[in-house]
């Protein structure tokens, strides 16, 4: 098997890092960087990533829609802004 090496520390990449889905080195490991970051070998975290990939389609549509719920909100919000310009304009004296 052919062993990848870290570019900064020349180090074999053996492990993976979950929070950022990289794969480090020893060396990167102890980075502060990673500091209280999740990591495991890489070949577990080769074949998490696959499993977390299929999990996270269902979530991804879930998002979907509450960005959309956002978009709404944040058109009323601009409505909203609207008619509050609109009465203060009116209420300013001519
Ligand atoms: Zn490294
Ligand atoms: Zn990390």
Redesign the pocket.
Known sequence: MLEEKCITHGEVLKLF????F?V?CCVCHTSK??QG?Q?CPMEEGAQDLRAELKTDLIPLKKNLRRLYEAKQECDDTTVHIKVSINTQIHKEPA
Do not use: A, I, M, T
């Not at 890092?17 to 950022?20: E, G, I, K, R, V």
């Open positions: 890092c979950l929070d950022d990289e480090l960087k990673h970051h990591v």
